[in-house]
């Protein structure tokens, strides 16, 4: 059941907050007992998996947001409004969601 949680919280057109998500089944994993050997390294390869897609998230995040700040600084007003709905956009782990505030209004001029 763990396993089919995680496969679903990973799928490119998961909610927003997968990657919460997805840390919390890892953690569900990590404290199973009494679980036969197949099992278990079933489980590690199946959060061995979900770290890397972390960390891929992780590092889309922080080079979506290096790049809107760039727009930002250069008022490429195009740019940003990319980049802010590509940042919205599931998948991505970030963006607001029913249970956030909304992006900010930025004004650029």
Known sequence: MLLRKLAD?????SVADSGFVVTQICRDIADLTG????????????????????EKQSHMRRWLFSE??????????????????????????TGPTPRTRPWPQLRLF
């Open 9 to 13: 919280a990973i799928r490119v057109d």
């Open 35 to 54: 679980v036969g050997e197949e099992t278990q390294a079933q489980l590690a390869a199946a959060v061995s998996d979900a770290e890397r897609w972390l």
């Open 68 to 93: 809107l700040a760039k727009a930002i600084n250069t008022s490429d007003l195009v740019r940003v409004r990319t980049l802010r709905k590509r940042i919205g956009q599931p998948g991505i782990a």
